[in-house]
């Protein structure tokens, strides 16, 4: 994962529209490896997301899942 960090950066933190985290004084770059809980990150993108599914694999299914209980989504019995 890459995180562009500088003055202009006017990007929002996920869970808080009101949160700035990418402005910085200086100009930087974070990089990191990626983790299962970046979905969020990737969902603008089917080539990134479809990078992220094949990664995690089965994992991904469940993060996604998880995710998905915690905003009360309605669960459907098969």
Not at 42 to 67: C, M, N, P, T, Y
């Amino acid at each position: 994962m890459l995180g562009e960090f500088h003055e202009r950066n006017e990007l929002s933190a996920v869970y808080n529209a009101d949160f700035r985290p990418f402005k910085a004084p200086v100009p930087f770059l974070l990089m990191r490896p990626a983790v299962i809980s970046d979905w969020k990150f990737f969902l603008g993108d089917e080539d990134w997301a479809g990078i992220w599914a094949r990664r995690f694999r089965q994992s991904a299914v469940h993060a996604l899942a998880d995710e998905l209980r915690r905003i009360n989504w309605p669960q459907v019995r098969c």
